[in-house]
Every structure is written in structure tokens, then in C-alpha cells.
């Protein structure tokens, strides 16, 4: 396989260039015999070019000759090379997602399985093919996209965790390949969106716990460089002023361990919030985990909120309280987008419905104290004053 | 986009025959520009014939007029259409990955992504892309197989979740299509199969529970007809029997809701067993739930082994105990053996290390007592005498 790197491609497209694809000479024709153009012809006792020219709408044929060979064609279960329909007609069939998070991460995160399954669903329906690849970082990515396109290997790609920034979009923009971003307009530059209000959401989620009667509210973030982690922390601490609770801040990067260790600071802190809203359900999940090892009981002491509700959210106990969207409808919006934009339509940008809120047993009323804070002291109290630390269940 | 479906694609094949590929001629080409043969020939004053020679490694120029040919090949980063060579050396420069469990389910597991992520990390090193779909059924993954397969979209195919009498096997061995069975050689036919011994890891669950003191031991299975879950439970089976415990099997399909469902069952039951092995992560998160809801400790009333584990399996408390296997690099073995397959090779079946058993708090001794059964009354027993409903906390 080592051949097929350097110059070996460049040589096939002389070859490609020099003669007709010989319906038998290739590598996989030996393996196993598909129906061709000649075995139509020697089926319908005419050329090549005629079946050719049938095939095709064009003219050279008769109108009875070009029935006879249609139906040859769709009786042997005639099918075009891809490879040489590409040449053709320059479409790929195909279009690219590249993740450039950490494939563990990727890997715990029911959201992107989600979006694909809602792409592909979309897809299937237009004989499209999804690349999906994950890349170390943004070079990386843009590297792919650049061979991708050189290559025609995808017709478009979908752009997801737009950062603060971001070189991709600028790359795509010169490149003019169709792209669709998959989150807010803000960063998009002349891309189109398919995107949610975060904000929104934010804000029906700051709400809803002050209305419980919480006074301070803890959110922890996602990776800060992304694009939707920026909007929902401004919303945050927008909506919390505006309500007028005290916002607290902790970042985050969606990991179980980051989940537990910011519940942990948290609860240790000198004034402990009452409600937690993390970035991810796997940091939710985690917290709940360090607030039950903490002996701080959810949601008497402590109310969480998860980001992207998920079936982990649904079955811990108590079930986290959760943002939920229809992230496979996500998915499928934003290929439908994207086949519009690379048939060279104008798109503009597609707003979603915002995330509802579904309150589950993890969210209830504020406690009348504030969370136990296992191993601290409050300042300058002596250790018999301080609030025992409960042992781990 | 409606014309890419029916026989526009024929036709296309019918215009590949017919003419060369004008560098100028596609849609994309409108739309950016990407360096040519043409180009090249202009800029070095020869022949798009003496390009292509030359780029081919074909004699018919100098080795002068070659090495300035390649030289401005490199410089203008000229990089060959990968259709075009695609008809020239019958390489797709893809493998197919289809998995056609219901796109909600896949949404929640690890493990498909875990596995993606080894294949990708693997390809990407041999310039091979990866196509990921699902598909609805069997009928519409067979389907895609002999599409992608006829129109050279793929080069060879993974095939994952191996069912009882497959009919998928035999449609890859009629048409000598590349595979790799990812999971248990005893239902791969000729196929070769990367695979972990499953039986022996399940030997190792039910003799730690036994040593612990379990006499009881139930397991909820994953899908009953995949090889995997039957693999699984014979080895549970014969593995109980041999230590001399008593076996409790249920029927599974990897949801939580089912997960919470089989777990009320089997606490519910005449005899509790005292500790529950289930087939993936989120059944198992799902079962601790739903233990902690009726109030049943865990691990003091109830041990909770879960296959697979994952990250939502560390965090959650107390956390699980759990088969922990590297997904990713099963991925990458399965990618190194179909790379082989794909390029003629003859490879046999490769075994990888089996999973291994990761102790944490979800397991101990055997209780003294079963596990509490809220709601239910013992056989016979007044109301007065049934042991008193927990609430859920």
C-alpha cells in the first residue's frame, strides 16, 4: 500500500489522461467481474459508443436502440464507475466532516454520534457519502481540506467548534469549496449556519434556578477558544446580572476528571454556589458524582444542570435536569444546507429552535444553607464549628 | 441535487468514455482554480503528453525535461484528481464502515466512536479515508456493499456487530470485497476477523464475584442476536457452572431504559441476585440508577459489573467496575489487517489481548442480607411482614 503515496496518484491521472479506463485492466476488475459498457454492447449487439451515447441522453442512437440498451442496462444491474462519474461530471458524491478534538473525548460524547446519525440520515436520501475524519489540530484540518478539495474527493464539508479566530473559515472562503458551519453566525465570516441560540437557553436556564430562589450560580465552561463556550459564558453573566445573582465562572474542558475536580473547588470554596450548569452531560454526570462522594446531597444541597441532555443524563439518579435539543435534526439541517450549497445555491444562515430546558430531579429549591464543604474550615473557625465532613456512600 | 440519483451517472461514464477530462470543463473547476497538467506543461514549455509521461514515470522525455517537470509539479502543489486515479490504479483510497444499529442507540455508545477513532488514526497515516453510514437494516447495509463495491467508492469494508447466521459474510465473500470482521472469528466465514476472546474475560467477571462470596450472579445482554451477547452468555453460563453459582440471565438491548428496567426486575424477583453484570456502559450507569432509587446500596446490598468500560463508568459514584478493553487501538489492528486485505494479501485472524477487569467501588463482598426488594411482599407474607419500601433519595 506504501505505493500509493508521492507521485504514484499523479502518474494514474497520466494514465487517466492518455487512455479510456479498459473496462477489465483494473486491479479490483480481476477480483470480481461487474456488469460494463462492453458487456452491454456485446448484450445489445452495438458499440460501446452507442451504449455510451444511450446512456448518456446524447444523441448517435435510436430511440428504440436506446430502450434496448436501457433496459440491458438496469437487467445486468448496470452501475457507473464512480470514479469515472466523478471525471465527469465533477461531483464527488461524497462531503467531509473533520473533529479535531482528542479522539478520547470524542469518543464519551453522544453529540457528535448524534449529529452524524442526523447528517447521514440526510445524506442517504441524496446517494451522498459522509468522510469523517479527525485531525490533531487546525493545521492539520485545513491541510485535509485543502487535499480534499485538490483532490475532489468531497463536494463540501460542515465545519463544527468554530473557534475565536478561526483560520478555517478563511481557508474555505479562498478556497471557495461549500462549507456550512454547524453553530453560531458570529464567527462564521461569509459562511452560512445552521445555529442555535445559546444565549437563549442560557439565559431560560439562569432564570429558572433564580426563580428557585438561587442566589449563586455556578457555570462550568467548555474549551473557552470555542465559539459557543464565548457565547454562553457572555449570556451567563449577562443573565445573572440582569436577574441580579451572582455569577461564577470555572473552566472547563468537557472531561469527567475536569468535571469532578471544578465540583470539588466549588464545594470547597468560601461561599459554595447552590446550583451548578456545566458545559457537557459527562461533566454533570461527574459532578453529581463528586457532590454524592462529597456527601452533598443533589438537589437538596445542590442543583445541577447539564448541557446537551443525553441518555446518561436520563438514567443517573437523581436524572440530571438538562438542556435538550434534537441534535440529530441539527445534523440533518445543516446537510440539507450544505447539498444546497454545493448545487450552487445561494444559502443563508438557518436558525434552529433553541435547546429547551427539562427539569428533572437534580434542580429543585435553594437549600436554607449553603452546601456542606467536606475538609474546610470556615475563616477563622475553629475546627469544631466547621460542618463535619459527611463520609463518602 | 435530484439529477445525481437514477442514470445520471451512467451517462457520466458514457462522457469519461468518450472524452478526456478537460481541466477547465467541471463545475468546481469554474469555481477555483486548481493547478493542471496544463499548467505544468505551459510553465515548462512541453506537452500536456510529455506532463503526463513524465509525472507517470513512462518513457517518451528526457530526464532533463522530467526532473524540471517534476520539479514544477511540486512547486505549484499540483495534486492529481483523485477520480482520475482512481480509474487509472482501481484504488478508491477508502474503507466502508456501515453499522446499522438505530442512530438513538449509537448516539450513547463509546465504543463506536472509540473504534473510529483507532480505524481513522491508522487510515490516515496511508491516505486512506474512512466512509462511515448507517444503514437500516442488514437488506440496506448488503445493499450499500454491492453499490459501493460496483461504483469503486471503497476499497474494502469493516463489518462490525457479527450476527447469528449473517447473511452480510456471504454476500462479501460472493463478491471477493476486502473485509474484516471486527469481533469473533466463529461466524466471520473466510473472512479474517481481529477479535478479542470475550468468553475469557466473562470467566474472569464471574470467578471475581464468586471469590467475593456471590452465589447469585445475573447478567442483562446486549442484543441476543449478535455473536458477541452469545458468546457472552454460553461463557457466563459455563463459567457460573463451573464455580458452582447460580446463573440469572435477561434479555438486554443496551438502553437505559432497559438497563433501569431489567435491574427493578431482577431486585423485584423471588431471589435478588446480589450482583448484575451488563453488557454496555449505559445499561449499567442505567442499573445503578435505578438500584439507588429502590434504595438498594451499592456496593453493600449490590455489586454492578459493567462491559465496556468508559468514562461515564469512572465518574459516576460510586464508580463502576468494568471490562476495560482499548477500543481505539482494536480499531487500529482491524484498519492494519484490511489495509493488507485490500492489497491482495493473505491475512489470517488476529487476536488482541482480552478485556480486562478494572475494580472500583460498584463491587464487594456478598451481603449478608439480599438485596432489599421495595414493594414487593414476600410469598405468603402479610403486608406487616414485607420489608418496608425505601424512598427514593
Known amino acids: 500500500m506504501t505505493g500509493a503515496r508521492g ?7 497520466g494514465v487517466a489522461l492518455a487512455v479510456a479506463p479498459a473496462p477489465d485492466g483494473g486491479r479490483w476488475e480481476a477480483l470480481v467481474k461487474r456488469p460494463t459498457i462492453a458487456d452491454i454492447a456485446r448484450q445489445a449487439g452495438v458499440t460501446k459508443a452507442a451504449v455510451s451515447f444511450a446512456l448518456n441522453g446524447q444523441p448517435g442512437v435510436s430511440a428504440a436502440t436506446r430502450e ?3 433496459a440491458i442496462a438496469q437487467e445486468v444491474g448496470f452501475q457507473p464507475n464512480s470514479a469515472a462519474r466523478a471525471l465527469s461530471d465533477g461531483r464527488a458524491g461524497a462531503f467531509g466532516l473533520v473533529i479535531d478534538r482528542p479522539a478520547r473525548m470524542l469518543g464519551v460524547e453522544p453529540w457528535f454520534t448524534q449529529l452524524i446519525s442526523g ?3 440526510e445524506l442517504s436520501g441524496d446517494h451522498t457519502a459522509l468522510l469523517f475524519t479527525m485531525a490533531e489540530d487546525q493545521d492539520a484540518e485545513i491541510a485535509m481540506y485543502r487535499s480534499w478539495w485538490a483532490q475532489r474527493r468531497v463536494d463540501g464539508v460542515f465545519l463544527v467548534d468554530l473557534q475565536i479566530g478561526d483560520r478555517r473559515v478563511g481557508v474555505l472562503e ?6 456550512v458551519v454547524i453553530g453560531d453566525p458570529a464567527g462564521a465570516g461569509s459562511l452560512p449556519a445552521v445555529w442555535q441560540d445559546d444565549a437563549a437557553a442560557t439565559r431560560a436556564v439562569v432564570e429558572y434556578l433564580a426563580g428557585a430562589g438561587h442566589r449563586r450560580i455556578a ?7 470555542f465559539w459557543h463556550t464565548k457565547i454562553r459564558t457572555d449570556a451567563f453573566r449577562a443573565a445573572a446580572q440582569a436577574v441580579g445573582v451572582q455569577a461564577v465562572l470555572l473552566e472547563g474542558d468537557y472531561t469527567g476528571e475536569n468535571g469532578a475536580a471544578a465540583t470539588r473547588q466549588l464545594l470547597l470554596g468560601a461561599e459554595p454556589p447552590t446550583a451548578i450548569v456545566y458545559d457537557n452531560d459527562l461533566m454533570a454526570v461527574s459532578g453529581l458524582g463528586a457532590a454524592q462522594q462529597a456527601g452533598v446531597e443533589v438537589p437538596a444541597e445542590l442543583s445541577i444542570v447539564a448541557w446537551d441532555d443525553s441518555a446518561f443524563c436520563e438514567v443517573v439518579h437523581p436524572p440530571l435536569t438538562a438542556l435538550t435539543r434534537d441534535v440529530a435534526a441539527y ?3 445543516a446537510a440539507r444546507v450544505l447539498v444546497q450549497a454545493a448545487a ?7 436558525q434552529e429552535a433553541p435547546a429547551v430546558l427539562t427539569v428533572r430531579g437534580s434542580t429543585g429549591p435553594v437549600p436554607r444553607e449553603p452546601a456542606r464543604r467536606p475538609g474546610r474550615q470556615p475563616a477563622g473557625g475553629s475546627p469544631a464549628t466547621a ?3 459527611r463520609p463518602a456512600r
Open 7 to 13: 507521485l504514484r496518484g499523479a502518474g494514474g491521472l
Open 68 to 70: 434496448r440498451i436501457l
Open 119 to 121: 447528517i447521514q440520515g
Open 174 to 179: 479562498q478556497l471557495r469549496m461549500p462549507a
Open 219 to 225: 457555570r462550568v465552561t467548555g474549551i473557552p477558544r
Open 331 to 333: 445534523g440533518a439541517h
Open 344 to 350: 450552487g445555491a445561494e444559502v443563508g444562515h438557518y
Open 387 to 389: 460542618p463535619a465532613a
